[in-house]
T-cell receptor
Framework: KAGVTQTPRYLIKTRGQQVTLSCSPI?????VSWYQQTPGQGLQFLFE???????NKGNFPGRFSGRQFSNSRSEMNVSTLELGDSALYLC?????????????FGSGTRLTVV | QQPVQSPQAVILREGEDAVINCSSS?????VHWYRQKHGEAPVFLMI?????EQKGHDKISASFNEKKQQSSLYLTASQLSYSGTYFC???????????????FGGGTRLMVKP
C-alpha cells in the first residue's frame, strides 16, 4: 500500500514569489491535513480538507491557502513568500477524523526562502 | 493551546527505561504518539482514546489519565533504534469545524547511546 506522497521534496524560492506544494494521500483516505514544522514553533496546523471542503483552518495568514481535488489529492499554496516561511511542510492523511484515526505523514517538502 | 511535553530531552544507555509525559489544559478525546527521526516524517506509534485502555506493543506502551488530561509514553529496555524526537498529539472531539485535527506538543528528544 503506497504511503503519503509529497512533491517536491526540496524547494528554494525567493522572497515575494509564490509556491505550490502537492500531496497525494493514502488510497481511501479522504482527509488531508497540512502542518508547518520549524525548530522554534514545532508542528503548527495549517488546514484540513475532507471531500474537497476545508473543515478547519489554523492561525496562519491568508497567504497560505489550499485545496483538495475529487481524487483526494491536495495542494497547498503560499503567495508572497517571506523569509519566515522557510520550514518543513508536512502533509498528513487520515481515513476521516484525525482525533479517532490519527495521521500518516508524508516525508514533507523542505521550503527555503532566500 | 498546545500540550506540554516533558522532559524536553533525555539521554539513555541501551537497555534503560524512559518515560515521556504529555499534559493538556483541555478535555481530550484522544492522545496520539509519534516518533520522528532526523530528516524523516513523523511515524505513528499509538493512539489512546477517551475511555480506552492502556496501549502497548513490544517494549513501548502508553497510558491516558482522563481526570488529569495527561498521557505518558513508556519505553522499556531502550534500543538504539528508539532514538528520535517523540511528539504527542491531542485531539478534541468537536462536532463542528473546530475539530478534525491534532495539536502537537513541542517534542521530546530521546538519544539512546550504546
Amino acid at each position: 500500500k503506497a504511503g503519503v506522497t509529497q512533491t517536491p521534496r526540496y524547494l528554494i524560492k525567493t522572497r515575494g514569489q509564490q509556491v505550490t506544494l502537492s500531496c497525494s494521500p493514502i488510497s481511501g483516505h479522504r482527509s488531508v491535513s497540512w502542518y508547518q514544522q520549524t525548530p522554534g514553533q514545532g508542528l503548527q496546523f495549517l488546514f484540513e480538507y475532507f471531500s474537497e471542503t476545508q473543515r478547519n483552518k489554523g492561525n496562519f495568514p491568508g497567504r497560505f491557502s489550499g485545496r483538495q481535488f475529487s481524487n483526494s489529492r491536495s495542494e497547498m499554496n503560499v503567495s508572497t513568500l517571506e523569509l519566515g516561511d522557510s520550514a518543513l511542510y508536512l502533509c498528513a492523511s487520515s481515513p476521516a477524523w484525525a482525533e479517532a484515526y490519527g495521521y500518516t505523514f508524508g516525508s514533507g517538502t523542505r521550503l527555503t526562502v532566500v | 493551546q498546545q500540550p506540554v511535553q516533558s522532559p524536553q530531552a533525555v539521554i539513555l544507555r541501551e537497555g534503560e527505561d524512559a518515560v515521556i509525559n504529555c499534559s493538556s489544559s483541555k478535555a481530550l478525546y484522544s492522545v496520539h504518539w509519534y516518533r520522528q527521526k532526523h530528516g524523516e516524517a513523523p511515524v505513528f506509534l499509538m493512539i489512546l482514546l477517551k475511555g480506552g485502555e492502556q496501549k502497548g506493543h513490544d517494549k513501548i506502551s502508553a497510558s491516558f489519565n482522563e481526570k488529569k488530561q495527561q498521557s505518558s509514553l513508556y519505553l522499556t529496555a531502550s534500543q538504539l533504534s528508539y532514538s528520535g524526537t517523540y511528539f504527542c498529539g491531542t485531539g478534541l472531539w468537536a462536532n463542528n469545524n473546530a475539530g478534525n485535527m491534532l495539536t502537537f506538543g513541542g517534542g521530546t528528544r530521546l538519544m539512546v547511546k550504546p
